[in-house]
């Protein structure tokens, strides 16, 4: 729902679905008029068809989103995640360097959000620690123009935050795992096996003039078997990671 409501108004300032946003609007109001002003039975009756339509074409206007599942990291300053990893239960990361998601504050916020609850886990994979000369640096170096430090110096910073992590005491359950190959994408699952829940899917370029450049997707249980199959991804690779920090 609270997703929905963040696309209404997304729409309303980029002044789109305006005529089918309006026509459900007019559909309520009638049904609500009829309930109010007309005998019980034909009132109930013409209500609850007003109140079907109302809802067909709010779900036409909501399924007609396709730009909003291709992003870029501006889509954060729009809709931080911050509100999302606080109120989560389940949180799954893979992120080969991960120094841009598990910043100080998000970590802190995953302690108070769903490693705060009894029933809360969170889930995180990066890449095994390696050296500057390592292969895996210069491709992974490579994917910006203006690097601001080396991706060995960014992963062991984010390295040092999970083992400190993992000895938080904590009520929820936390584990962290590492892999030596980069796929070229990066996941951030939050409720995944929820109605309600999400999974942003951030693929690596070559050459980005930033970070903020980089495209992911957006995908929701209406997506159907995409993701399922993104979700399967992020279990592949946990499955395939070293012992590590994993409970």
């Not at 729409?11 to 026509?23: G, I, K, M, N, V």
């Not at 705060?116 to 210069?138: E, H, K, N, Q, Y």
């Not at 929701?220 to 395939?240: H, K």
Request: charged share 25%; hydrophobic share 45%; aromatic share 12%.
């Amino acid at each position: 729902m609270r997703r929905f409501l963040r696309q209404i108004l997304e729409d309303f300032r980029q002044r789109r679905f305006l005529d089918l946003y309006a026509t459900t609007a007019v559909a309520f109001v009638f049904a609500a008029l009829l309930v109010v002003g007309a005998d019980l039975p034909d009132s109930v009756r013409w209500s609850l068809l007003f109140a079907a339509l109302g809802f067909l074409l709010l779900r036409i206007a909501l399924a007609g989103h396709t730009e909003e599942r291709f992003l870029d990291r501006s889509a954060y300053d729009r809709h931080p995640i911050t509100e999302d990893l606080l109120a989560a239960k389940d949180v799954w990361i893979f992120a080969p360097v991960g120094t841009n998601l598990l910043t100080d504050e998000r970590c802190d916020l995953l302690r108070r959000g769903p490693l705060a609850r009894d029933d809360g886990s969170v889930r995180v994979v990066v890449l095994r620690a390696f050296d500057p000369g390592d292969p895996i640096s210069a491709q992974l170096d490579a994917l910006l123009d203006h690097p601001v430090q080396t991706a060995a110096t960014s992963l062991r910073e984010t390295l040092g935050r999970l083992r400190a992590m993992a000895r938080w005491q904590v009520k929820g359950t936390f584990g962290y795992g590492e892999i030596a190959f980069n796929p070229g994408f990066s996941i951030v699952a939050v409720n995944p096996q929820s109605p309600d829940g999400y999974a942003n899917v951030e693929f690596h370029g070559f050459r980005n003039d930033a970070i903020g450049s980089r495209m992911h997707i957006r995908l929701t249980r209406d997506d159907g078997q995409w993701y399922r199959y993104w979700l399967e991804q992020f279990e592949e690779i946990w499955r395939s990671t070293l012992p590590a920090g994993r409970p």
